[in-house]
C-alpha cells in the first residue's frame, strides 16, 4: 500500500477557518513527501445531518482535494470490534461501569498521572462484575500495562505522555475516538497524521495501541492552532469564522485561503504555489490569533 495522510473532520456542525487552516497543512504534508491524502469523516459521533456535504464543500473550495472515495467511520464498525475482540482474546481489556462521576470522585492510585483513569474496575471479581452488569452497560477498557510512552513528533521532537486504561467502547457502544483512528489509520495505510495540537496529548495513548495491535505508529506532525482574541482557541460563537459566514461578510473562498496561508508564511494564490516552497521546519510554531473579517 502507498503511503498516505489525511484529514478526518467530524460532521458535526461547519468547519471554521482554524480546521480550514489544519487541512491546508494536512495536504501540504501529504503533498511535499509524495503521499496520497484521504478524506475521512469521523461520524460515530455527534454527526449533524448536511455537515459532511458542507465540509467536502468548503474544503474543496480552498483547494484541498483528496484522492479516492470519502471514508465515514460508521462504515467500519466491524473493523473496530474486529481490534477490541483481538485485543479481548490477548486479556488486554476490562469491563468498566464507572459514570463520569465515580471517577472524578475517586481516589487516584498512588503516583497516577493528572486525569487517568483511577483503575477502579480493573481487578473486579466475577461476582463483583456480575452485579454491577444487572446495574448498568459496561465500557470497554483497555488494560494498558505502562503508565506513559513517548512519540516523536515532526514539530515537537520527542513527546512523553499518559496511557491509561482508556476507553475502546463506550457504555452507549459507539466506539471510542482513541480506537477508531489507530485502526482506520492502519487499515487506510495512513503512516502521517497532521492535526491539531490539541490531539497530542492523546497520541502516546493512540501509538501504544497501535504497537499493541501490531499496527505500524505513523508519522505524528501536530500544527498550533487558531485562537480568537481573547486568547482561547477560535470557536463557532467567535463572529465569521466559516467560509459561509465570511462569504455573507464578502470575504470569498480565495481571500480566506490566502488569509491562512499568509498566516503560516506562505505565498497566496493555488495551494500548489504553496507546496513548492513548503517546509515544515519553518513554519510558525506558535498558535494564530484570527484577525476577524
Ligand atoms: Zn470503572
Sequence with gaps: MTSAGRFAPSP???LHVGNLRTAILAWLFARSTGRRFLMRVEDLDRARAGAEAEQLRDLAAIGVTWDGGIVRQTDREHLYAE???QLT???LTYECFCTRR?????PSAPHAPLGAYPGTCRNLNDAERDARRAARPAAVRLRAAVAETTVRDVLHGDYTGVVDDFVLRRNDGVTAYNLAVVVDDAVQGIDQVVRGVDL???????????SLLNMP???YAHVPLVLNSDGAR????????TLADLARAGVGADEVRDTLLASLGLPSGPLADALAVFDPAALPREPWVWPGA
Design 102 to 106: 465515580e471517577i472524578q470522585e475517586a
Design 89 to 91: 482474546a490477548a486479556g
Design 234 to 241: 477560535l470557536a463557532k460563537r467567535d463572529g465569521a469564522v
Design 83 to 85: 481490534a477490541i475482540a
Design 12 to 14: 458535526s456542525g461547519e
Design 217 to 219: 505508529v505513523p508519522e
Design 200 to 210: 497530542l496529548p492523546s497520541t502516546p495513548r493512540q501509538a501504544y495501541l497501535a
